[in-house]
């Protein structure tokens, strides 16, 4: 299993010469690869585009860009002139996002999001391998062929539900987690989208895990912490569904928190589980945190 390292989010007065000190130091720490969010700071894919070109060779990944927003030629695009800027070393994760934000907040329809993943996939996919793609579906429409240089980088799909890990399996490179703790992940995230990948002939999927991450001697407060942080996504449909079936009351049930062996043995169980990567996002004592994610990386 990898480890990789979730860049926080920066707001200061040079966000990319912050992200490109954040880059750097993972890179120095032996970390495998960083990963941003697109919120509603910095473009993740822009930002990692100039900031990691910048900053000593790692792979780069979104964690993970909404699909709506952006018609799936243009969000080729885009990735493919960062993979270009990065040298090859760009993953693209992208994801639905939520009805609340594509609703509310961009005022697209939600109404079909695994129809719309489907085609925009059916779009993206060729179109970021620089292929000729004529396409007239039912969400979505395209007739274009990119001359962008960066094509062939690998593409992740936020996957919770069965739908979605299905058509992660079978025609991306995997998927990206985020909140999914690790019973899950080993009875249901793992077999489906390992099962749709063999069906269609498809090499084993990237299975990169995403959680809050504490090394403490005091759980207690460190989980009500995570409550407090991570407290919407016990709210959002998709990721409450994901706590449900870890049997998860709150979010800070799935943050990997307690002292070194305790971390260190629920690192191994997902790894058992088949994470090919893990990414750890310290919330709480990061230094001591970050040293142990440090000896892990370096195995």
């Avoid at 942080?229 to 706590?243: C, E």
């Avoid at 169980?269 to 970050?290: I, S």
């Amino acid at each position: 299993m990898r480890y990789g390292y979730f860049l926080a989010e920066t707001q200061g007065p040079d966000p990319i010469g912050d992200l490109r000190d954040q880059i750097a130091r993972a890179a120095d720490d032996g970390f495998a690869s960083a990963w941003h969010s697109q919120l509603f700071g910095v473009d993740a894919i822009t930002a990692l585009a100039v900031a990691g070109a910048q900053a000593p060779p790692i792979e780069l990944g979104t964690s993970v860009v909404p699909t709506y927003p952006r018609h799936p030629a243009v969000l080729a695009q885009q990735a493919m002139t960062a993979n270009a800027a990065l040298g090859g070393r760009f993953v693209l994760g992208i994801g639905l996002s939520h009805q609340i934000v594509i609703e509310n907040m961009y005022g697209y329809d939600f109404e079909r999001p695994g129809r719309h993943m489907k085609e925009y996939l059916d779009i993206l996919l060729p179109a970021s391998r620089g292929e000729q793609v004529e396409y007239e579906g039912e969400t979505l429409k395209a007739n274009v062929r990119l001359t962008t240089p960066g094509a062939g980088l690998p593409v992740l799909v936020a996957a919770l539900g069965p739908r979605m890990l299905k058509l992660a399996g079978t025609v991306a490179d995997g998927t990206v987690l985020w909140m999914t703790g690790p019973k899950t992940v080993a009875a249901h995230v793992v077999p489906t989208i390992k099962a749709a990948a063999a069906e269609a002939g498809r090499e084993p999927p990237r299975i990169v895990c995403a959680l809050p991450i504490a090394v403490t001697d005091d759980v207690g407060s460190a989980i009500t912490r995570a409550n407090e942080i991570y407290s919407v996504y016990g709210q959002l449909p998709s990721y409450r569904a994901m706590l449900d079936r870890e049997g998860a009351a709150e979010p800070g049930n799935v943050a990997i928190v307690g002292d070194e062996d305790t971390v260190l043995a629920k690192l191994e169980e997902l790894k058992q589980a088949g994470v090919t990567d893990f990414v750890g996002a310290p919330f709480a004592n990061r230094e001591r945190t970050r040293n142990l994610l440090i000896g892990a990386a370096k195995g």
